[in-house]
Nanobody, 120 residues
Framework: QVELVENGGGLVQPGGSLRLSCAFY????????MGWYRQAPGKQRELVAVITSGGSTNYAESVKGRFTSSRDNAKNMVYLQSNSLKPEETAVYYC??????????????WGQGTQVTVSS
C-alpha cells in the first residue's frame, strides 16, 4: 500500500511561484513514475507533469518552460516547481504514483490534493 501526501499549495499572485511537494509512503518509490495532475472547478482532471524513476520528464504544453518536476529517490519525494502562475491555473493539484516496474505493474495511487489559488 502506498500513501501520497501533498504540501505547498496556497494563494499566490499572478506571475508568482509555488513549490509543491509530495511525500511517498510505501515501498519501492523507484518503481513508480510520479505525476502531477490538476483539476479546476467544473473541469476534468488533467495531466500537468510526469517524471519517471530515472528522472525523465514530460509536461503539458501549457506549462512547458514554466513548471519543473523533480524527484529525490533517496527521500521518497517528488516536487513541482511552478513559475509564472496564471489565474486559470487555479485548481486542486494531485500527486499520482503509477507503477512502471514488474513488481508494481497495475498499481496506481493518488494523493488527497492541495489547493493552488492564483489571484490578486
Amino acid at each position: 500500500q502506498v500513501e501520497l501526501v501533498e504540501n505547498g499549495g496556497g494563494l499566490v499572485q499572478p506571475g508568482g511561484s509555488l513549490r509543491l511537494s509530495c511525500a511517498f509512503y510505501g515501498n519501492i518509490f523507484s518503481a513508480y513514475a510520479m505525476g502531477w495532475y490538476r483539476q479546476a472547478p467544473g473541469k476534468q482532471r488533467e495531466l500537468v507533469a510526469v517524471i519517471t524513476s530515472g528522472g525523465s520528464t514530460n509536461y503539458a504544453e501549457s506549462v512547458k518552460g514554466r513548471f519543473t518536476s523533480s524527484r529525490d529517490n533517496a527521500k521518497n519525494m517528488v516536487y513541482l516547481q511552478s513559475n509564472s502562475l496564471k489565474p486559470e491555473e487555479t485548481a486542486v493539484y494531485y500527486c499520482n504514483a503509477l507503477g512502471n516496474a514488474y513488481e508494481t505493474r497495475g498499481m496506481e495511487y493518488w494523493g488527497q490534493g492541495t489547493q493552488v489559488t492564483v489571484s490578486s
